[in-house]
């Protein structure tokens, strides 16, 4: 069974960049649009990673956060926090919210990927 | 001032009296000791020189007496009486006649020149027998017969007791031919007459005394016949001092023991002297008696003057003592101290002159306290005022509320003018009305009808004043012609009116209305007073407008403030997700995500990648700036080691310029150590600077100096790059500042770089600078302080501020 990643992002186009790049490497993923879709999706699809954007319409990145560690048999799926603000200050507010990792736009392809390898070779340990 | 000690008291009178007393009773004693001395000492010299005369005439008398004597023996003896040794009848009988005729003849008898008496005729005894004695050794024979006459000396006799003397002259028929010596024995008795005839004055007397001191004549008898020896008396004494003279007069013991005024003269032929003596105190007695009496009228002139002088000084001092005290008096504030002289003189004018002094300073004194008691009420009213002023003004500055400013207002204002009401209205522009804010003393149903039908400039008293801009005195509002006399303002009682304006700038704010329910106006003293209340609503309402005004331009900012933050997130999210795209395609493009890149599009695709990569570098060069600038970008402080950042920065650059072919090289004089500041910001200025220097440098090398300075860490960058122009050097970390852009075009850069650089070496309080030669190379200076200071965080902030 191929490793499964919620990927909420709100933008088309990255969301195709994301899709090609880890559908190149052999993930499967599936896509939500925004923090509520988020919170549906990882329900229902019980994803092995989420990449979550945290400005996103309706429900933040960071509070869809909130709510899926708050929940006992989601909690132990690593959310990556994809950010674009990189403001000071937004790796801790991330972090705050539980998120397992953090990368801010722009991001290049491959550092993206590094994280996610990371956090699933962690993951299966 | 002290009242004078009283032994200072009349002192100058008393001390000129004195000295007057002193000069004039002493002059005068003096000039009459003088006189006196003068005048006893004539009256002594005169008095002696009558004596002196006395004791001459006295002794001239006797001397006369003597030789009288002696010549009636010279012609008793004629030439022829004696002849050859024999007396002639004649000769008896003229020697017997002699005898007869002179009483002091005792005995009588001739001498032959060998000495033998051959006659003698007594006066006692009838006959006398011819004794025929030899006298020729005898001295009153020698002398006799050598031609002179002789005086023997005074002899007492057995048988008598009256003093004798020998008279012996020569018996000459011829001048120069002595035949022989007639001699007789004369009773001296005969010269008591004369001495007794003298009288000197009361109790004066003359005297005799021999040549051996042996008293001879004397008034009193008595003591002659007692054979009495004076030779020891001084006057005698000094008889025998050859020096003495013949005559003197001199103050010795007398007789009888007193002293005396004594003259003596001697009688040189017979050896005798005749001393006149009186008792000093007679002799003197009158002069001195003149003397005691010109003193006593002197004493009773000085007694009496004296006198004359305590009088006047009483008269004097008397009247100054009471002048004196009365000045003790008024000074001790005694202002009903009169005087009362009746001297009839300048004293009593002095005197009077003092009680209208008294009197005029009296009625001063009671104005100045009619004055003082004036001037206290006004003042406590002043004070009053300016207690209320104070609290007025305190609570216009210290309270922002409006309401509560013209409360006190109003309560102060009517409160210090006594009136029974007042208010104060604030102008509402847009209605043109004058709305109610505040009221002191009204009854709720007045305020009310104020509040329901609010004045107008028009119809009212504080429009009046508003429009002329001039307070509204109305004595009485009842009157006919009193302006805009309104019914319920009078319904209320209210008949003395004030209204004072508030205006500002030509524009009316408002005013202040006070009411009185008696007629009579206000003074001007209570228009100025609400005058100032007036200027202080004015103060406190446009301190309450602006302070409104503040506000919501405060708020508005603040708001402006957050909109710009969210501006800011916004850009960058909106920015940076199509940034993420186009990067991201293009990675995964040149990747070979996409299959292999047909050799066609591999150039233009590195060209989207570099020119993205350009793109996104600007875009957060921008982001930073706005972020600086906007205060939102705050160093994170911590400590940090230098040696660490450089080691970073060289693991950084070191690629760059190997790439480029350049050398690179790292030198740190020694170990820096740790350092407090935000060293994420030091790295991106440090690698800021490298990468410029790197950019810029096609052939030879960069190089990297870190040094401790002070308090300071140094770090130069030196490359052997294209330079900058000097014009250029100072423009280079203004934004975009980056000169040629020709060059601009080669070296790729956001033209931020060196003005976020110096932002964030400023935020630490440090300094950076470039020196450069063109087409040689440039160096950057960076220098910060080792350990970041919250004030120096502050000056930098500022200091930015104010390059702005």
Known sequence: ?125 | MAPPSPDRRGGIVRRYFLIFAALIGGSLAAGLFVELAFRFQEARLTLQSEHQRMAELAALRIENYVEDIAQTLRIAAPPRGLKDGRLSEDYLFNLRTLIRNTPAIRDAFVIGLDGHEQFRESRIAASVPNTAADHSADPFFVAARDGETYYGPVKFPNDSLEPRIRIAVPIEPFAGDVAGVLAADVNVRYIWDVVQDIHVGKSGYAYVVSNDGILIAHPDLHLVLQHKDLSDLPQITQLRDPDSGESGTGEYPGLSGARALVAYQRIPSLGWTVLVERPLMEAYGPALLSLGRIGGIFLALCVLAFAAAVRLRRRVVKPIEALRQGAVRLESGDLDARLSLKTGDEFEDLAEDFNRMAARLQEAHAGLEHKVAERTQALEQSLGEVKALSDTMQTVSASLDLQKVLQTIVVHATELSKSDGGVIYEFDEDAQVFRFRAGHLLRPEFVTELVAAPPTLLDSIIGRAAVLNEPQNIPDGAEPTAPHSNTPVLAEGYRSMLAVPMTRGGRVLGGIVLGRKVAGGYSDEEIDLLRTFANGCTIAIEHARLFYEVGRKNTALQLASQHKSQFLANMSHELRTPMNAILGFTDLMLDGIYGDLNPRLRKPIDQLQVNGQHLLRLINDVLDLSKIEAGRLELSLAEYNVDEIVEALQAAAYPLAQAKGLAFGVSSESRIGNCYGDSKRMFQVLLNITGNAIKFTRYGGVNIRVARENGDVHYAVRDTGIGIPTEELGSIFEEFGRGDPAIAKEFAGTGLGLTIAKRFVTMHGGRIWAESTFNVGSTFHIVVPRRVTAASVMDAALGAAGER
């Open chain 1, 1 to 125: 069974m191929s490793v499964r990643i919620l990927h909420v992002e709100d933008n088309a186009a990255n969301r195709m960049i994301v899709r090609d790049l880890l559908e190149f490497q052999g993930y499967q993923v599936v896509e939500a649009f925004d923090g509520e879709e988020a919170l549906v999706a990882a329900e229902r699809e019980r994803p092995d990673l989420i990449l979550m954007d945290i400005q996103l319409p309706r429900i933040s990145g960071l509070e869809a956060t909130r709510r899926i560690k708050a929940r006992e048999d989601l909690r132990n799926i690593p959310i990556v926090a994809v950010t674009s603000f990189a403001l000071s200050g937004d790796d801790q507010k991330a972090s705050a919210a539980g998120c397992d990792a953090y990368i801010a736009k722009p991001y290049r392809p491959r550092d993206l990927l590094q994280i996610v390898q990371n956090l699933l070779a962690a993951g299966s340990d």
